[in-house]
C-alpha cells in the first residue's frame, strides 16, 4: 500500500477531500492517505519530511504562509521526497496577475471551499432524491418540492441545491398516495407546484413529440391534466401549511427566488 501524507497550516481538510477525489481514479492501487494539520513549526515540518522519506510517501501540502512553503520545499529536497504544493503555485500566479501581495493567512482557504463543498454535497443529494427515488431521505431534505408531472421540480431542485440546499422532490401520480415518509418532514420545508393545465398540455405535448410518442396519450390529453390538477390540489388542501407556488410561464430563477424567501422567513 502506498502512503499519501498531507501537510496543512489550517485542517487539511479540503487537501483530504481532493485527495481523496483523486485517489478515486486509482481502483486498483490501496492507498493510505495520512493529515497532518496545523502544522507550522520547523520541527514538525522536519519530523513529517524526514517520516514520508521512510515511507517512501508522497507528500501534499497546502501552506499559504510563503516563508513555510519555502521551508518545506527545502525539506523536500534534502530528503529527496515527492511533493505536490497544492496551493503554492496557484497562490503565486495570483499575486502577479492582480499584482497584489496575499496575506498569507492560514485557514481562509478551508472557509472559501467549504462553502463549495457544501453546495457539491447539496447538488449530490438532489441528484439523488429526484422525483421520489429515496422516499427515506425525505426528512433528512432542508426543502422538498411536492407536483406533478412536468412542474419543473427537477429544475428548481437543481437551482436550489446550488445554492447549498439539500433538496428532493417528490412527484403526485393520479390516484396514488404520497409516499409515507412525506409526512415526517416538518411542512416548514414543503412545498406545492402547481401550473395552469393549457401551459402544461403545451410542455407535455412537445415532451412527447421530443421522445417520439404518439400525442394522443393520457399523459398529454387535457382532461387527464385537469385531473391530475385537481388531484394535486386536493392533496395541498390537506397540507394547509405547504406553500403552493404557480410555475405557470415563469422561469426557473423566480419561482426559486419565491421559495427561497419564504423558506428563509419560516425557518428564521
Keep these: 500500500m502506498r502512503t499519501v501524507m498531507i501537510i496543512s497550516d489550517a485542517t487539511g481538510e479540503t487537501a483530504e477531500r481532493m485527495v481523496r477525489a483523486a485517489t478515486l481514479q486509482f481502483t486498483e492501487t490501496p ?36 516563508e513555510e512553503r519555502d521551508l518545506i520545499a527545502r525539506l523536500v529536497e534534502r530528503y529527496n521526497v515527492e511533493a505536490v504544493d497544492l496551493i503554492g503555485a496557484l497562490i503565486g500566479k ?10 498569507g493567512v492560514p485557514g481562509l482557504l478551508h472557509t472559501i471551499t467549504e462553502d463549495y463543498f457544501r453546495r457539491i454535497e447539496a447538488v449530490e443529494f438532489a441528484v439523488k432524491n429526484d422525483d421520489g427515488a429515496e422516499p427515506r431521505n425525505l426528512p433528512k431534505a432542508d426543502l422538498v418540492l411536492v407536483g406533478i408531472s412536468r412542474t419543473s421540480k427537477t429544475p428548481l431542485s437543481t437551482y436550489l441545491a446550488q445554492r447549498g440546499l439539500k433538496v428532493a422532490n417528490v412527484p403526485l401520480v393520479l390516484g396514488i398516495d404520497p409516499p409515507e415518509e412525506l409526512s415526517a418532514v416538518d411542512e416548514r420545508k414543503v412545498f406545492g407546484l402547481i401550473i395552469q393545465p393549457d401551459t402544461l398540455a403545451r410542455i407535455r405535448q412537445a415532451r412527447l413529440k421530443h421522445l417520439g410518442m404518439p400525442t394522443e396519450t393520457s399523459y398529454g390529453e387535457r382532461s387527464h391534466i385537469e385531473n391530475e390538477i385537481a388531484y394535486s390540489r386536493e392533496i395541498f388542501r390537506k397540507h394547509p401549511n405547504w406553500p403552493v407556488i404557480d410555475v405557470t410561464s415563469r422561469a426557473i430563477e423566480e419561482t426559486a427566488a419565491d421559495i427561497l424567501r419564504i423558506y428563509q422567513e419560516r425557518m428564521a
Design 94 to 103: 495570483l499575486a502577479s496577475f492582480l499584482g497584489a501581495t496575499p496575506a
Design 31 to 66: 492507498v493510505n492517505v495520512r493529515t497532518y494539520s496545523r502544522v507550522r513549526l520547523e520541527s514538525e515540518c522536519e519530523k513529517l519530511l524526514e517520516k514520508a522519506a521512510e515511507l517512501k510517501a508522497l507528500v501534499v501540502f497546502t501552506v499559504v504562509n510563503a
